[in-house]
């Protein structure tokens, strides 16, 4: 089973940027990021997928969110601009994309948006 650690984290303030890292035990060709705010549901905001690496994106972060493969190693980005508030969240990365159900996840890191 693969395992993955994210790290990245952090206090970033409204209109700021943060990059989160997905590291991968092996090769896996989906990845997917989640996000679970306190007393909310667990929702996916991006997926790579395919050796091809396409990109697929929540609304919510659509235009803000970039999530890319590293060229030269099992790591996956996801690079926040332009930050909110409503960002703030335990992000996590798995190697599903948008389904809870199934899949290896790693642990989570906090994002947290705030002045």
């Known amino acids: 089973q693969v395992q993955l650690v994210e790290s990245g984290g952090g206090l970033a303030q409204p209109g700021g940027s943060l990059t989160l890292s997905c590291a991968a035990s092996?090769?896996?060709?989906?990845i997917g990021w989640f996000r679970q705010a306190p007393g909310k549901e667990r929702e996916g905001v991006a997926c790579i997928s395919g050796a091809e690496g396409s990109t697929y994106y929540a609304d919510s972060v659509k235009g803000r969110f970039t999530v890319a493969r590293a060229h030269d190693s099992d790591t996956v980005y996801l690079q926040m601009n332009s930050l909110k508030s409503d960002d703030t969240a335990v992000y996590y990365c798995?190697?599903?994309?948008?389904?809870?159900?199934?899949?290896?996840w790693g642990q989570g890191t906090q994002v947290t948006v705030s002045s």
């Open positions: 092996a090769l896996t060709y989906v």
């Open positions: 798995a190697t599903v994309c948008w389904t809870t159900e199934g899949g290896s």
